[in-house]
């Protein structure tokens, strides 16, 4: 087996992992990423954005920041990370403009900077084709080496060449997206149907540190195109109606900011006007002026340029008809809610040497590009004041396959999930009754070995890894403390109690933690 020597192994090759590679090379140590598909195009960035948020204003404290995303964590957010990481963006936005980023230094939302950003996933490939020539794209990492708690590298396949590697290296970042295709989705999926939750997967079989996996990310939505309504009702002042054409967030949300509410509750207004029939839900956009419709129209074709083909096609003028609202099927995402593997302020996992950045990491809601960013560049300067001998000897590996077929796995695990683990049908609510009937049932899908498309193969796996950890922690929080993001039908009185799960995997068995924040 191929063993290639380096300095920072990054798994991942997105807005993090892009990054970490420019500030590994200007802190003088070598990197390599390793990407499971291509650099120029994956991810969730591949579309396109149109603003970097998190970002520091001038005139702003970094404090303001952590009162911002703790309000949008309804109380739950790390402020050691929240801090650190709101004042690395203005020097990331910095690296993107010099390499082309059209930066219109404009306020978008409340820690937002407008961007034309279209382009901006192939200018992040680009940055790190000049940071370093260890670039491999189409190979899968699928099992980290530890050993006596430090991380000496990663088994890697190259499904271009069936054939396993192995990366040693000083350090190990996992820089990867988050976990989308858990549950059935009922459009287009808001979140790219590739990002299996490879990293939490590899983080959880290493043993290392998972915080915060109760809280599923269910982002209010577009119908039918799930397209994002954030900037349309925060942005531009639109309210959410029902049926019977109550604003209901102003009424029934106001203690929690109404229309500014924090995101999850966005999502469950929405929710429990469907639950008590009171639906369709639309986003009221009739009262906005000429100029701020063409604006508005910008800013999805710079994010979402299959909305501007949806109303386009269905000949829809956003000031004569109402766009209807519902939230989509649930994600575990880092960079919006709090799930994620923990890490401490220099973004080291609680495995010594393995790194965690972007959608990959806990801690901090609604962190987006600019935390990304700004994590890679963090852990980048950690890896560089690593120093260490690494003389790891990797043993023969190669990723087991069988002849069950990874789709009806799949499948099996979407079904179970929507219907006893809080999906859409069920109005995202569970109990820990149906929340172990689904685990009985991702345990079982877990001892099977799948066939058919390698690739598929693998993320099946990691998706139900990560799955299984989900349902844990969902079990383990015996409360309803956010909205639809976690909300137990045996435990629903609403808590705000401030503390984060953690957990962790040993000998098969899981053990828990509390952080308060």
């Not at 993107?96 to 978008?108: S, W």
């Not at 900077?113 to 699928?142: C, Q, V, W």
């Not at 929405?270 to 000429?290: C, L, M, N, Q």
């Not at 909205?483 to 828990?512: C, H, K, T």
Request: with cysteine.
């Amino acid at each position: 087996m191929e063993i290639i020597n380096t300095e920072l192994a990054i798994i991942g090759g997105g807005t993090a992992g892009c990054m970490a590679s420019y500030e590994a090379k200007k802190n003088g140590i070598e990197s390599l990423i390793i990407e499971k598909a291509s650099t120029r195009r994956s991810g969730c960035l591949a579309p396109g954005v149109n603003a970097i948020y998190s970002y520091l204003h001038e005139g702003e404290r970094p404090e303001d920041y952590y009162e911002f995303v703790k309000h949008q964590g309804m109380g739950l957010a790390r402020r050691d990370l929240a801090l650190s990481l709101i004042k690395e963006t203005p020097y990331a936005v910095e690296i993107l403009e010099k390499y082309g980023l059209p930066v219109l230094h404009e306020r978008q939302g409340r820690f937002g900077m407008r961007i034309y950003g279209e382009h901006i996933k192939p200018i992040l490939a680009d940055i790190a084709r000049d940071s370093t020539e260890n670039i491999i794209e189409r190979a899968y990492p699928f099992e980290l080496a530890v050993e006596n708690g430090e991380v000496a590298g990663v088994y890697v396949y190259d499904f271009k060449n069936d054939e396993t590697f192995f990366v040693r290296a000083k350090s190990v970042l996992i820089a990867t997206g988050g976990a989308s295709g858990l549950y059935m989705n009922y459009t287009v999926p808001w979140y790219p149907p590739s990002n299996a939750g490879t990293g939490y997967s590899l983080a959880i079989r290493a043993g290392a540190e998972i915080e915060g996996f109760e809280f599923r990310f269910i982002p209010p939505r577009i119908k039918d195109v799930n397209s994002p309504i954030g900037v349309t009702a925060v942005g531009f002042r639109a309210s959410l109606k029902n049926s019977e054409g109550q604003e209901f967030m102003k009424e029934k949300f106001a203690e929690y900011g109404g229309e500014g509410s924090p995101i999850a509750l966005r999502a469950f207004g929405p929710v429990r006007e469907y639950a008590e029939g009171r639906f369709p839900v639309y986003i009221d956009t009739s009262e906005i002026t000429d100029e701020q419709k063409e604006k508005l129209l910008k800013l999805y074709l710079n994010a979402w340029p299959l909305f501007y083909l949806f109303i386009n096609a269905r000949g829809i003028d956003l000031k004569e008809r109402l766009l209807e609202v519902m939230p989509c099927e649930p994600y575990i995402s880092g960079s919006h809610s709090v799930a994620g593997i923990w890490i401490n302020q220099d973004r080291m996992t609680s495995i010594k040497y393995l790194l965690a950045a972007g959608d990959a990491a806990g801690g901090v809601p609604l962190k987006h590009v600019g935390g990304a960013l700004a994590e890679g560049i963090i852990a980048a300067r950690t890896a560089s004041r690593i120093k260490r001998a690494n003389d790891f000897k990797p043993e023969e590996k190669i990723p087991e396959f069988g002849d069950y077929s990874w789709k009806d796995a799949e499948e099996r695990m979407k079904f179970v999930l929507e219907h006893y683990a809080g999906g859409l049908s069920r109005y995202y609510m569970y109990n820990e009754q149906s929340a172990r009937i689904a685990l009985a049932e991702v345990n079982r899908l877990l001892t099977l070995k799948f066939g058919g498309d390698v690739v598929r193969c693998l993320e099946t796996f990691d998706r139900l890894v990560t799955a299984k950890t989900m349902l844990h922690h969902m079990i383990e929080r015996r409360e309803t403390r956010m909205p639809p993001f976690q909300m137990r039908s045996d435990f629903p009185e609403w808590s705000d109690s401030n503390y984060l799960l953690v957990s962790r995997f040993e000998n098969g068995e899981i053990a828990f933690r509390r952080d308060y924040t």
